[in-house]
Structure formats: C-alpha cells, structure tokens
C-alpha cells in the first residue's frame, strides 16, 4: 500500500511556477526525494490553467509520510509557500495494488 498526494498550488502571475523552481534549485526537492519512504516527488504543470502547479507526492505508507511531515523539510516548504503566497488543493489516495484483470486490458505497458 502506498499513499499518494496531489497538492495543488494556485498563486498569481506566475508564482506557483516560481516556486516550483525554487524547490527544485536550493535543493529541497532533491533532499525530499531522498527521504526515506518516498516513491515519487514531482511537479506538474496543467495545460489550461497557468497559475497552478500539481505535485504528485507519494511515500510507502503513513509512518514514511508521518516522518517527513514531522521534519524539518516541513519548514522549509512552508516558508517557501508563504514567500510566493501559495495556496493549496489537497487530494489524498491510497494505493490499489489488486487492478482486475477487466481494468488491465485497457493498459498498455
């Protein structure tokens, strides 16, 4: 089982963008993907919406997500979201790892 966070970041004229290279050149992306427990960091861009920014976030399970909240990372990401005044979608899954077979026939992998 795995847990999967979507968080979408909305702020004006190009701020959102911002911060995303932000996170990406002082290295604090790079520290999270480090982490232990993290399957998968990053950022996303919609077509028809330039002011927002996806981040698909995912880790092992709750104890690895738990860990990261609780570390100083944390602070970092908070300070940077209030620097380019961000605000936040959130959208929490977990993980089916048992697809039916009915679903895999419109997979091509």
């Not at 996170?23 to 992306?29: I, L, N, Q």
């Not at 950022?43 to 976030?57: G, K, Q, S, W």
């Not at 570390?71 to 979608?89: C, N, Q, T, V, W």
């Not at 929490?92 to 048992?98: A, G, K, L, P």
């Amino acid at each position: 089982m795995a847990i999967t966070v979507n968080i979408y970041y909305t702020g004006p004229a190009g701020r959102a963008r911002a911060f995303v290279r932000e996170m990406t050149e002082s290295g604090v992306v790079a520290d999270i993907r480090a982490e232990e427990g993290n399957l998968r960091y990053g950022y996303f861009f919609p077509m028809d919406d330039e002011d927002t920014v996806l981040l698909i976030d995912s880790w092992k399970d709750q104890a690895s997500l738990d860990a990261h909240h609780a570390s100083p990372m944390m602070g970092r990401i908070a300070a940077l979201r209030e620097k380019y005044d961000l605000h936040m979608r959130v959208e929490r899954y977990v993980s089916d790892e048992t697809a039916p077979v009915t679903d895999r026939k419109f997979i091509k992998e």
